[in-house]
């Protein structure tokens, strides 16, 4: 589908899948080369948005790991509230192991922050930053992100795990707003 509506808004493809998954491919190839001789690395995958993520990009691992999910929530609408809160906590001991954070996005980073300082806090050994989408010009901290599949500019897509207002996250491409 080239367009679809949620809610009241508008939105039109920007992202196929065909480049999502070729996007994917790339990232678990670095990361299958970066992890070839380490210990089994935790993936710690964000829910909801990172689902579709996740998953494909296990299809791709080649090396011995594990997954976990953890819910965190920071957007309202199509903006982020400033505020990230806890919806399901971390579960899976980490001390003294790698850890693969994977978000579906990155935008201003306040998720990202929030996240390396729990994970670093439970004791892990290293963390890197995993995302499907990363806008550039939004993100405002200092934790690098090691992997990104594709980075986008500051607009507001839904689709592939990003919802608006919960709808969307079923489309397999990735759509953006379409402007008023």
């Given at each position: 589908?080239?367009?679809?509506?949620?809610?009241?808004?508008?939105?039109?493809?920007?992202?196929?899948?065909?480049?999502?998954?070729?996007?994917?491919?790339?990232?678990?190839?670095?990361?299958?080369?970066?992890?070839?001789?380490?210990?089994?690395p935790?993936f710690?995958?964000?829910?909801?948005?990172?689902?579709?993520?996740?998953?494909?990009?296990?299809?791709?691992?080649?090396?011995?790991?594990e997954?976990?999910?953890?819910?965190?929530?920071?957007?309202?609408?199509?903006?982020?509230?400033?505020?990230?809160?806890?919806?399901?906590?971390?579960?899976?001991?980490?001390?003294?192991?790698?850890v693969?954070?994977?978000?579906?996005?990155?935008?201003t980073?306040?998720?990202?922050?929030?996240?390396?300082?729990?994970?670093?806090?439970a004791?892990?050994?290293?963390?890197?930053?995993?995302?499907?989408?990363?806008?550039?010009?939004a993100?405002?901290?200092?934790?690098?992100?090691?992997?990104?599949a594709?980075?986008?500019?500051?607009?507001?897509?839904?689709?592939?795990?990003?919802?608006?207002?919960?709808?969307?996250?079923?489309?397999?491409?990735?759509?953006?707003?379409?402007?008023?």
């Amino acid at each position: 589908m080239e367009r679809i509506k949620l809610h009241d808004k508008e939105f039109k493809i920007c992202i196929p899948y065909e480049q999502i998954m070729e996007s994917i491919k790339k990232v678990a190839n670095k990361m299958n080369s970066d992890y070839a001789d380490k210990d089994a690395p935790i993936f710690l995958a964000v829910l909801n948005g990172s689902f579709m993520f996740a998953a494909d990009l296990m299809k791709f691992i080649t090396f011995n790991c594990e997954i976990s999910f953890i819910k965190l929530s920071s957007y309202s609408g199509t903006g982020t509230t400033g505020t990230v809160k806890e919806m399901i906590g971390l579960s899976t001991p980490i001390k003294g192991r790698n850890v693969v954070i994977v978000e579906d996005i990155v935008d201003t980073g306040g998720t990202v922050e929030v996240l390396h300082k729990l994970v670093s806090d439970a004791g892990a050994a290293d963390i890197k930053i995993c995302t499907l989408l990363l806008k550039p010009e939004a993100y405002k901290k200092d934790i690098p992100v090691d992997y990104t599949a594709i980075s986008i500019p500051n607009d507001f897509i839904v689709g592939y795990g990003l919802d608006y207002d919960e709808l969307g996250r079923n489309y397999k491409d990735i759509y953006v707003l379409e402007p008023k």
